[in-house]
Nanobody, 114 residues
Framework: QVQLVESGGGSVQAGASLRLSCVAS????????MGWYRQAPGEQRDLVAR???????NYADSVKGRFTIFRDNAKNMVYLQMNSLKPEDTAVYYC????????WGKGTLVTVSS
């Protein structure tokens, strides 16, 4: 079972930027499309960005134009660059395979204050 470890969260002011990182314990090439999900308090976990093995991306409307997902298959890493953060982006962020979901990691908390 692949292990996924997220990092890079923090507490920031609205308008700031953060870059989240996710490292997998084995090749993410075999995991196909990778995604970043987030779960706000009392809410369900939602997919906010996905990236295919070849780098094609797709975003939720709420983050389109502000977030960028990219991957480094050689390093088994997936990243989420988050710009122009808003208070509504506050959540725990997780990465996982969209096509072959593994167990969830602990996530990384992002808190955006106004």
């Amino acid at each position: 079972q692949v292990q996924l470890v997220e990092s890079g969260g923090g507490s920031v002011q609205a308008g700031a930027s953060l870059r989240l990182s996710c490292v997998a314990s084995r090749s993410i090439g075999s995991l196909a499309t990778m995604g970043w999900y987030r779960q706000a308090p009392g809410e369900q976990r939602d997919l906010v960005a996905r990236v295919t093995v070849t780098g094609r991306t797709n975003y939720a409307d709420s983050v389109k134009g502000r977030f960028t997902i990219f991957r480094d298959n050689a390093k088994n890493m997936v990243y989420l660059q988050m710009n122009s953060l808003k208070p509504e982006d506050t959540a725990v962020y997780y990465c996982n395979s969209v096509d072959y979901p593994a167990g969830w990691g602990k996530g990384t908390l992002v808190t955006v204050s106004s």
